[in-house]
């Protein structure tokens, strides 16, 4: 029924409750989650309600790709806050709305080992940092694929390598599914919204304003190179991002200009209306009773696509 929440808790009863809008031919989206859901999250739903009558929300903490695994512990569960959430936004949006909230052996029935590796696009940036943190991304995707079986995928665009990672995971394993690409949402202040913001102390909070700052601060070198018709000096843009940026209150995991498709970092300058992406990740220090010693928040611009630019800087005030 429309503007509805049902709850799935394994692939039959998903199977079953989906198979007759696949019979219809109609459109099915999908946005995976691994649950404590915020408005960006909710962002993500809405925008696959203007797709299809039936949005598949999954709810799943995937174990196989955290690197620790008191990460994996610590990784919050608001499993019934989560459900009301979505049953706001199928009243609201009046689609059809699945939550899909399998377990480990529904989702892995021979158990939760990494099977799939895409390649050149997990190696730089998050791939660095955090070795394996991708095959787990695109096996637990390939397993919810299959599982949901959508025609849209909708991925946000806050985790850019991801969504790079998962567009080369369905090419590779011939998925039948269209891949939308969702802008970041930011709160007020600029920050992009993120489950591990609600473990920010109020000092921690106010390193974090200095991210978009930063990236913002790279969009104004490569607008000052458009404007000259001059072309854009990749370092030049790191420069500036890091004098924003830097400070004793945060510690940089990478600030990198990269190349937006491939995810290899860029440092031969490049005419000034290509696409370059500017991604950062930090580790902020914070006294949150929730909070592990230091909370790691990513974001990024993709310069050359004006309209990313822009909204970064509307999220900014500039
Ligand atoms: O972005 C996330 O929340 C997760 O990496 C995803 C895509 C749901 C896979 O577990």
Same mark, same amino acid.
């Given at each position: 029924m429309s503007g509805t929440l049902l709850r799935c808790d394994d692939r039959h009863a998903l199977a079953t409750t989906l198979d007759p809008s696949r019979s219809a031919g109609e459109q099915i989206a999908f946005v995976p989650t691994m649950g404590a859901l915020h408005h960006g999250h909710i962002a993500l739903v809405e925008r696959a309600a203007t797709l299809a009558p039936t949005v598949v929300a999954s709810i799943f903490v995937n174990p196989?790709?955290?690197?620790?695994a008191a990460d994996l512990a610590a990784y919050p569960r608001t499993l019934d806050a989560d459900l009301a959430l979505l049953a706001d936004a199928a009243a609201r949006t009046g689609v059809r709305l699945v939550a899909y909230v399998p377990n480990v052996a529904d989702v892995? @029935?021979?158990?939760p080992a990494t099977t799939l590796h895409v390649g050149e696009?997990?190696?730089? =940036?998050c791939g660095a940092s955090r070795p394996g943190h991708f095959d787990g991304v695109a096996t637990v995707v390939d397993a919810l694929l299959r599982a949901v079986r959508p025609t849209v995928l909708v991925m946000g665009r806050k985790d850019h390598q991801q969504l790079v990672v998962v567009r080369r995971l369905v090419a590779m394993q011939g998925h039948d599914v269209v891949v939308d690409a969702a802008p970041t949402v930011r709160d007020d202040d600029g920050v992009a919204v993120s489950s591990?913001? %609600?473990? =920010?102390d109020d000092a921690a909070r106010a390193a974090a304003r200095r991210i978009p700052r930063a990236l913002a601060a790279g969009v104004a070198v490569v607008r000052a190179a458009r404007t000259d018709g001059a072309p854009v000096d990749p370092e030049a843009v790191r420069d500036a991002a890091h004098a924003v940026?830097?400070?004793?209150d945060l510690r940089i995991d990478y600030l990198e200009t990269a190349d @937006? #498709? %491939?995810?290899v970092p860029v440092d031969g300058s490049l005419a000034s209306d290509g696409r370059l992406l500017l991604a950062v990740a930090v580790h902020v220090a914070s006294a949150h009773p #929730?909070? @592990? @010693?230091t909370v790691r928040l990513i974001d990024n611009v993709l310069l050359g696509d004006v309209e990313d630019e822009q909204r970064l800087l509307d999220a900014v005030g500039e």
């Open positions: 196989t790709q955290f690197d620790a892995y @029935p021979d158990g696009v997990t190696e730089h =940036l591990r913001n %609600r473990l =920010l940026l830097d400070g004793e @937006p #498709d %491939r995810i #929730d909070a @592990p @010693p």
